[in-house]
């Protein structure tokens, strides 16, 4: 009893204790989860239109809303949620049913959907342009007649619900594409592009994935060694023919009054946008509480060009005035598309009716519960309007250098295997340093603090929002590996002969962390280069490697270490 109390009063077995609780909250493990998880959510679908919200990117696996139930029949897997979806698609159109999360109940029903069919006919179709003269500073429109073919909207059956799932989440460590399925590609600036320029790309891809639908995505930059520039894209549930079409093309951003387009992104129409603290940033009238917690409001200007300013006036200058909350706005609003899809619609001051302001702001909100969330919010919401603004087209083309499709069946059949095989390789270990030992005193805590390390090492990977990939369990098992190496070293200086003199329990650990540390240090050092140049999965291996040696140096060993000390006796 007196060797458990000085066991677990050491401090560094308490902070092994200590962080493998933390590890365990973040990790969260939750054996009994049933249900099927929300991916992602089509745009305009049933699904959408019932309000069932989409996940935001930032969401845990754990977190996830769940469908539960369909028309009060349990689902408890996502097989389960296809089989009864598709039942209730195969009735027909119009068909409502009730489908019931862990968070809510929505009513959905049945939708139509059609084909574009272009007929082998014509016909005149009326179209309005603004033509702005930069000699006479006027705007002048007119209508022509343009000669297009005739379209036909053909019935071709049910419309999916719009939902994609997967099986529900058992904990918070988030499977990467080698495991979960899904697709990755990887793409480079068909020409040299600043940092500024890569960051917009970065920002523009993510926007135009968020507004299809696809949230569950990784989008970061690389670099190889020769200092070329990449983009890696990883969609998880995602086919290879919807992630080309979405990132392959340059990509449109327009504004519209109506149906008439006042301007396009990029630098032909808006000219500047502020992202600099002076003229862009929250609201200085500050926040205040709303109905359903704290509302803000963000503001930034932007520059538009005389041409584009002129079509703004000519725009609104037939428009109604409205007043509302103690403000007059125009009666229809600014709406921003991206690839033909609206993405915001903003109210237009009545002061800015008929008039070509090349110098104008815009405003919109944020919300959350408190004040706090309620900025982030709209510093997230103005964020995303300006990378629209500026980027409603690619600077630059992207050519797709690599696509890797990955099937889930066998993503889930090598995580089966991997456990299997994880469990044989710490027994056989286990099996080897008893027949090395045959010391229960030496063998029991080196057991203790592998498993310690793995949890520690998946843990880690939670609360940082890592994937899980191929190459972070080649990464888990190189650093438990070099932790039976390290703990060999402790034990045998531990265990090496009889002690005298006072001083030489310390000289023998002090050789021991040597080594360790020397090992270390060679190891971090060796995975640096792979951070940076890993276009692919080497970023991941090195990154892993070296929080796991780092948890083995730093917690696990000098815990091992002092149990061992305690449970041989050695006295200092």
């Not at 059949?413 to 044989?424: D, P, Q, Y």
């Amino acid at each position: 009893m007196k060797t458990v109390k000085r066991i677990f009063t050491n401090w560094r077995v308490l902070l092994l204790i200590g962080t493998l609780i933390l590890a365990l909250i973040a990790i969260s493990p939750r054996p009994w989860s049933e249900g099927a998880a929300i991916r992602s959510i089509a745009k305009d679908s049933a699904a959408e239109l019932s309000g069932i919200p989409a996940p935001g990117p930032r969401i845990t696996p754990v977190a996830r809303e769940r469908v539960i139930a369909i028309n009060n029949k349990p689902i408890t897997t996502a097989a389960e949620y296809f089989q009864t979806v598709n039942a209730i698609t195969a009735l027909g159109v119009n068909k409502s049913f009730t489908l019931q999360t862990n968070q809510n109940l929505y009513s959905l029903t049945t939708q139509a959907e059609y084909e574009t069919i272009i007929l082998n006919e014509t016909e005149l179709v009326n179209v309005t342009e603004y033509v702005y003269n930069e000699t006479t500073n006027e705007t002048t429109n007119f209508t022509r007649q343009e000669l297009r073919n005739k379209t036909e909207q053909r019935y071709v059956g049910v419309e999916d619900v719009g939902l994609t799932v997967f099986d529900a989440p058992t904990n918070n460590i988030r499977q990467g594409l080698d495991l979960s399925g899904g697709t990755r590609v990887i793409l480079q600036p068909a020409e040299p592009v600043s940092q500024q320029d890569l960051d917009i790309i970065v920002a523009n891809i993510k926007e135009r994935l968020n507004v299809f639908g696809l949230s569950d995505l990784v989008v970061r930059t690389a670099t190889d060694l020769n200092k070329n520039d990449f983009i890696v894209v990883e969609i998880a549930g995602a086919n290879q023919e919807e992630v080309r079409e979405l990132i392959a093309k340059q990509g449109k951003f327009e504004a519209r009054i109506g149906n008439a387009t006042v301007f396009f992104g990029g630098d032909k129409d808006v000219t500047y946008v502020c992202r600099s603290a002076d003229c862009s940033g929250i609201d200085p009238r500050g926040c205040g509480p709303s109905a359903d917690g704290w509302a803000c409001r963000f503001r930034f200007s932007i520059s538009l060009s005389p041409a584009a300013a002129a079509r703004q006036a000519a725009v609104t200058e037939t428009l109604g005035v409205t007043f509302d909350q103690g403000g007059s706005y125009l009666d229809q609003p600014l709406d921003l598309y991206l690839d033909d899809v609206l993405v915001d619609s903003l109210r237009i001051s009545a002061d800015l009716q008929g008039r070509a302001v090349t110098n104008i702001e815009i405003s919109g909100p944020g919300v959350g519960r408190n004040q706090q969330e309620a900025v982030q919010d709209a510093l997230v919401n103005m964020k995303k309007l300006q990378t629209v603004m500026i980027t409603g087209s690619l600077p630059v083309k992207l050519n797709i250098v690599k696509t890797d499709a990955v099937s889930p069946l066998l993503g889930k059949e090598f995580v089966n295997n991997a456990i299997l095989l994880g469990v044989l390789a710490l027994a056989a270990v286990v099996i080897v340093v008893f027949i090395r030992y045959r010391e229960p005193r030496v063998t029991i805590p080196m057991i203790i603090t592998l498993s310690s390390e793995a949890i520690l090492i998946l843990g880690f990977a939670a609360a940082a929002g890592w994937n899980l990939d191929l190459a972070a369990i080649a990464a888990i098992i190189i650093a438990i590996g070099t932790g039976v190496d390290h703990q060999i070293v402790i034990a045998d200086e531990t265990l090496k002969g009889s002690v005298s003199a006072g001083g030489a329990w310390k000289e023998r650990i002090a050789r021991a962390l040597f080594i360790i540390v020397a090992a270390y240090v060679t190891t971090a050092a060796a995975m640096i280069p792979l951070v940076s140049a890993g276009a692919g999965m080497l970023r991941g291996f090195a990154i892993t490697t070296i929080v796991g040696v780092s948890i083995g140096v730093f917690i696990t060993r000098p815990a091992f270490a002092a149990m061992v000390e305690i449970l041989v006796n050695k006295e200092e």
